[in-house]
């Protein structure tokens, strides 16, 4: 079955330890990012990836880190996490090229940092 | 600056009602625009794009580059409608924004 999957699921964490959010695509795309869903602000991207060792900063980077050493998985690794960071966040892959930029979500990852 | 402006947090209307979801957007450059859907206990998952120009589930949605709007429609809303509704802009292919979302309930 084509899909994103995040791991894990639930996290609680504190302030200061170091913690890394598995994002895989089995689809082959080229295309991956990361979003952060917060209420009354939507979906707002932290980073994107167009290929292999290829990222970008969105609109809300600091505090996060990625890297894309392979095609189908793009790790989101906060390095030392705060409260603010408590989200849900969602990881998304699309192809890129053609007239399709549809993105396919995963199922999100609630994060709490106490 | 780009921006996507979802001007109403949350529509409810009866069964069966015409149903209108807001975005505006703003961008200098040749936008492409979606809506994205989110069900109860579901993923986000692409509803329509301005480019294909196609009706999906009942759904239609016009690119108006004058008034830089890409509001959703419905003729006749049903109850399997009620979610939540992000209308997104793509720049340039790997930027992408999101609205703040609209959650459309439909009312027995």
């Known amino acids: 079955e084509a899909q994103v999957t995040q791991n894990p699921r639930y996290l609680i964490t504190v302030t200061g330890k170091k913690l890394t959010v598995t994002c895989s695509q089995n689809?082959?795309?080229?295309?991956m990012s990361w979003y952060r869903q917060d209420p009354g602000l939507g979906l707002r991207q932290i980073y994107y990836?167009?290929?292999?060792?290829?990222?970008d900063k969105g609109d809300v980077p600091e505090g996060y880190k990625v890297s894309r050493k392979e095609k189908r998985n793009f790790p989101l690794i906060l390095e030392s996490p705060s409260p603010n960071q408590t989200s849900l966040y969602f990881c998304?892959?699309?192809?890129?090229?053609?007239?399709?930029?549809?993105?396919?979500f995963g199922p999100g990852t609630r994060l709490t940092v106490t | 600056a780009q921006r996507v402006t979802q001007p109403e947090k949350l529509l409810s209307v009866f069964k069966g009602a015409p149903v209108e979801l807001k975005c505006n957007y703003s961008?200098?450059?040749?936008?492409?625009l979606f809506w994205y859907v989110q069900y109860s206990r579901q993923r986000l998952q692409l509803l329509l794009r301005?480019?294909s120009r196609e009706s999906i589930k009942g759904f239609t949605a016009d690119l108006n580059k004058g008034e830089t709007s890409f509001h959703l429609k419905k003729p006749f809303a049903q109850e399997e409608d009620s979610a939540m509704y992000y209308c997104?802009?793509?720049?340039?292919?790997?930027?992408?924004?999101f609205g703040a979302g609209t959650r459309l309930f439909v009312k027995a």
């Open positions: 990836s167009m290929n292999v060792e290829v990222t």
């Open positions: 301005h480019i």
């Open positions: 998304a892959s699309s192809r890129t090229g053609g007239d399709s930029y549809e993105q396919y």
């Open positions: 997104a802009l793509n720049t340039g292919g790997f930027k992408t924004i």
């Open positions: 961008y200098s450059g040749s936008p492409e």
């Open positions: 689809m082959n795309h080229e295309y």
